[in-house]
């Protein structure tokens, strides 16, 4: 079985920055194809960012510019680099992974950002 456990949430000021990290745990696990999500108060869930094996990087239209989606070397973390934050931007922020796409993907619990002044 694999974890994905979720740190970095937490209060900012609007334009303040924060990082979120997604680390994998339990058998040999390669995020090789990542992903940050966010559910605001009364709102679907939404893609903000991915990244997969070859490197390619996604993002919302939203979020261009501001986010940067990376992983270590190891490929057993993933962050969210989160600059020039907006209220908007409050959510809860979810990590989700898959090492292979033959294989179930995986989900964090879950890190609070609330971006206000």
């Known amino acids: 079985q694999v974890q994905l456990v979720e740190s970095g949430g937490g209060l900012v000021q609007p334009g303040g920055s924060l990082r979120l990290s997604c680390a994998a745990s339990?058998?040999?696990?390669?995020?090789?194809?990542g992903g940050w999500y966010r559910q605001a108060p009364g709102k679907e869930r939404e893609l903000v960012a991915t990244v997969s094996i070859g490197g390619s990087n996604n993002y919302a239209d939203s979020v261009k510019g501001r986010f940067t989606i990376a992983r270590d070397n190891a490929k057993t973390t993933m962050y969210l680099q989160m600059n020039s934050l907006k209220p908007e931007d409050t959510a809860v922020y979810y990590c989700n992974a898959q090492d292979t796409l033959i294989r179930p993907d995986y989900w964090g619990q879950g890190t609070q950002v609330t971006v206000s002044s």
């Open positions: 339990g058998r040999i696990f390669r995020i090789n194809y």
